[in-house]
């Protein structure tokens, strides 16, 4: 075999390879990282997950850049009211955002100083500990936390700094057909349908978020390999995202 004919077989594999990665991330799993707090204490800064994008069918963003081959979702299914979800931000339709869904078609959302009501209904919330974040600086911050239990029987945690702040209290308002009202566990202090936002249409959904195959906090130096063990949060790795 001469160079030329080596060289293309490199070609060949590198493209093979390629567009099996493409095909995986575009079918089955897609990973993301966790940048911001707004979903503690569920997803902490840092988290690495994987998104099924089979849970609820396929649209444009399902594809690299959201190549916009096709309108409206194939193979659709919808997702249940506690689902954590990674879609498209509407008002881009290209940046990533991670939230639960709280909110289905139809359903009448609002908020009355802390406390979510749907349909009308309060939705139970039980005290549960203090959840402490550790800055980078090393100090302490303390929230409040809840156990919210949603009305298909969905628990989650969710942290307060109190019961009145900003968004703390929030109109009744209707979810129009064929969006979602998302909100983060992270009450106070998460860009959500209450705020930026808004309604999510379906066609923004990538999907559902499944579990966590990496974690780290930057406590220490990247530049520092003897840290790195102290870095992972190995208590958190392949954790399930409930």
Do not use: C
Request: glycine residues 6%; hydrophobic residues 35%; aromatic residues 14%.
């Amino acid at each position: 075999m001469d160079k030329e004919e080596s060289f293309l077989d490199t070609l060949k594999t590198v493209f093979y390879a390629v567009m099996i990665a493409i095909v995986i991330r575009t079918v089955w799993f897609e990973p993301f990282k966790i940048p911001s707090g707004s979903m503690y204490p569920t997803l902490y800064v840092g988290d690495y997950l994987f998104v099924s994008k089979f849970s609820y069918g396929y649209s444009k963003h399902s594809l690299p850049l959201s190549l916009p081959l096709f309108d409206g979702r194939i193979f659709e299914a919808a997702p249940e009211r506690g689902d954590v979800v990674v879609f498209k931000y509407p008002q881009d339709n290209k940046t990533d955002f991670i939230k639960r869904v709280i909110g289905l078609p139809g359903d009448k959302i609002k908020l009355v100083k802390g406390r979510l009501y749907i349909n009308g209904q309060r939705v139970e919330r039980e005290r549960l500990d203090d959840f402490v974040i550790r800055t980078p600086a090393g100090s302490a911050e303390r929230y409040r936390q809840y156990e919210e239990t949603l009305p298909n029987g969905v628990k989650h945690n969710i942290i307060e700094i109190s019961d009145s702040e900003v968004y703390d209290d929030f109109d009744e308002i209707e979810v129009p057909r064929g969006n979602y009202f998302m909100m983060g566990d992270n009450r106070d202090r998460s860009d959500d349908s209450r705020v930026n936002v808004g309604f999510v249409p379906a066609e923004n959904l990538v999907g559902k978020a499944r579990f966590l195959f990496f974690s780290h906090n930057d406590g220490n130096d990247w530049y520092k390999p003897w840290s790195w063990p102290k870095m992972i949060r190995w208590e958190r790795l392949f954790d399930a995202i409930h």
